[in-house]
């Protein structure tokens, strides 16, 4: 079946820091633009960052710039976000998709920022 | 607050046809192609429309989508109960460089 799935979530304190991972089947992620999308509780979908498949395109929101890195390994077939000064605000769901317009979506890993 | 703006709410009846708008402006709408999301809690999101009004494999043909200017919208027809779920438009905005998500609809199929 042609799925991604995300890994890594947690309950971190703030400030900690944390690292999810993409993966896929099915198809080959490294030949496709990855997206990472959040929905905090109770709210909506909010797009986090893109990068391109050979990853020398990279976007980010400004609610997370300067905190949060995204990258690949392409030879692992791989996508990761690397989350740092996490905030309470920062709890989510996060979802990766592919594509920049999310063609395809995980089911999401869940991101707990509390004290 | 979301640069594309949705309804929060709609609903219909089961065999009715529903319309949801997007507005947003000549940065996003305006000058990029519009998707739909559905999305029902706790599951993965799924690609309802792409390129303002394609449908991928799979996807009913009741599903269906247009733009205009900088509007979206999305139309289902013949409702059904399995089409209560959350919906999002989004589009690319050049100006902010990012992909932007409109607050999303619930739908509601009494």
């Known amino acids: 079946e042609v799925q991604m799935w995300e890994s890594g979530g947690g309950l971190v304190q703030p400030g900690e820091s944390l690292r999810l991972s993409c993966a896929a089947s099915e198809f080959n992620l490294s030949t496709f633009v990855v997206t990472w999308v959040r929905q905090a509780p109770g709210r909506g979908l909010e797009w986090v960052s893109g990068i391109s498949a050979r990853g020398d395109t990279i976007y980010y929101a400004d609610s997370v710039k300067g905190r949060f890195t995204i990258s690949r390994d392409n030879s692992k077939k791989m996508v990761f976000l690397q989350m740092n000064s996490l905030r309470a605000d920062d709890t989510a769901v996060y979802y990766c998709?592919?594509?920049?317009?999310?063609?395809?979506w995980g089911r999401g890993t869940l991101v707990t920022v509390s004290s | 607050q979301s640069v594309l703006t949705q309804p929060p709410s709609a609903s219909g009846t089961p065999g009715q046809r529903v319309t949801i708008s997007c507005s947003g402006s000549?940065?996003?709408?305006?000058?990029?192609?519009v998707s739909w999301h559905q999305h029902l809690p706790g599951t993965a999101p799924k690609l309802l429309i792409f390129?303002?009004?394609q449908r991928p494999s799979g996807v009913p043909d009741r599903f269906s989508a247009s733009v205009s200017g900088t509007s979206a919208s999305l139309a289902i027809s013949g409702l059904q109960s399995e089409d209560e779920a959350d919906y999002y438009c989004a589009a690319w905005d050049g100006s902010l460089n990012g992909l932007l998500f409109g607050g999303g609809t619930k739908l509601t199929v009494l």
């Open positions: 000549s940065s996003n709408i305006g000058g990029h192609t």
């Open positions: 390129n303002n009004n």
């Open positions: 998709a592919r594509a920049w317009y999310c063609d395809l």
